[in-house]
């Protein structure tokens, strides 16, 4: 167990201010494209400053380099700074140029308590984050995306989204352009505006990589999340992910091919995990050496399905009626009637405790 130091620090708003303005405290992947507060958030926290009311305390982390990160409290500095250079106006429409010298000095003094800590593991920089968002009304998403920094949410972003490199650069995931023509528009960045799509892909990745045997797979709670997020991905595991994610790219491919798919509406039913995608992959990694098979049988299967839209209902929703949230009983009872297997294959294993989300 590491030995995790703190220290909780009044900060000056002029010294928070400067230190960020001349990059002393850096800002986190995730926090780069974070959602800006409305206006009227913004001057409400200048209101709550210049009146000296408490405020919030603010997270900085200290890495080995002695670097300072940001881990809660951005969108505060970033508003106080915005504010002294006069981006926008205080609630009584005044600019911080129009405040008298006393204004701006009782503001500049104003102090908000900065918890500072270093020492933390990866996985204690984990444990910190959610337990200093504890209460706060923040999704799953939100939450991952907070944590971009963890090998699986890494891994998501690498496969299937715009992410920034470890030089700065902006890249596209490897297969975002394919995935993108098969489930359509994928959101990245600032127009995930809850990081509700990262929070799919995720799920989906975490099948991908870490399968069925010691994990829940294909999973939308977070708790269950947590338990592989930093979990390091080793080259064998990513060539095997890799794998499971062009196979599955290729059956929907070769389906559009055959029978190319007419609209957006079609796209959406496509892109839905809980519709083909999670028994897919979740036939992928039972049967890795039974390729010509699974090809076969799903491709044949999505070609009728477009012929047919009425077998979604009829050839999976109702079958899944009993277990339709994301559990390996529902991608197993989904890849059984697909392909026509009566009674439990011996190969499968019985499904876990219900996920306790809701499918989509």
């Not at 990866?122 to 923040?138: A, K, T, Y």
């Not at 080793?234 to 007419?262: C, G, H, K, T």
């Not at 496509?270 to 979740?282: C, L």
Request: glycine fraction near 4%; aromatic fraction near 10%.
């Amino acid at each position: 167990m590491s030995t995790i130091e703190r220290n909780h620090i009044g900060r000056k708003i002029e010294y928070l201010v400067s230190r960020y303005a001349n990059d002393k405290i850096k800002i986190p992947e995730h926090q780069r494209n974070a959602n800006v507060w409305t206006e009227q958030k913004r001057k409400l926290f200048i209101d709550s400053c210049k009146r000296n009311m408490p405020s919030p305390s603010i997270l900085i982390y200290t890495d080995e380099n002695d670097e300072q990160w940001f881990e809660d409290g951005l969108q505060r500095v970033t508003t106080l700074k915005d504010f002294i250079q006069d981006e926008f106006s205080d609630s009584s429409n005044r600019k911080y140029s129009e405040w008298c010298e006393i204004e701006k000095f009782r503001f500049g003094n104003y102090e908000i308590i900065v918890v500072e800590y270093s020492g933390a593991t990866p996985e204690e920089r984990v444990m910190i984050f959610d337990r200093f968002q504890n209460g706060s009304p923040l999704k799953t998403g939100e939450r991952l995306h907070a944590l971009s920094y963890t090998p699986l949410v890494k891994f998501t972003k690498e496969m299937f989204m715009k992410y920034t490199n470890s030089d700065g650069q902006e890249m596209r995931g490897k297969y975002l352009d394919r995935a993108q023509l098969v489930w359509g528009a994928i959101k990245c960045d600032n127009t995930d505006k809850r990081y509700d799509e990262l929070h799919k892909l995720v799920a989906l990745i975490n099948g991908i990589v870490h399968g069925w045997k010691s994990c829940n797979g294909i999973t939308k709670s977070y708790e269950e999340l947590r338990e592989t997020l930093m979990t390091p991905i080793s080259n064998e595991m990513r060539d095997n992910a890799e794998r499971v994610i062009d196979e599955l790219l290729i059956i929907y491919e070769e389906a559009d091919v055959r029978y190319p798919l007419q609209g957006k509406k079609h796209l959406n039913v496509q892109k839905t995990i809980g519709n083909f995608t999670g028994a897919i992959v979740y036939s992928l990694k039972m049967f890795p050496n039974d390729w010509e098979r699974l090809h076969n049988g799903w491709l044949d299967f999505l070609v009728s399905y477009r012929k047919d839209n009425t077998l979604l209902e009829t050839k999976i929703k109702k079958n899944v009626a009993d277990c339709r949230n994301w559990t390996e009983g529902r991608w197993r009872t989904t890849y059984k009637h697909v392909f026509n297997i009566a009674g439990q294959s011996e190969h499968i294993k019985s499904p876990p405790s219900e996920d306790s989300d809701e499918d989509e």
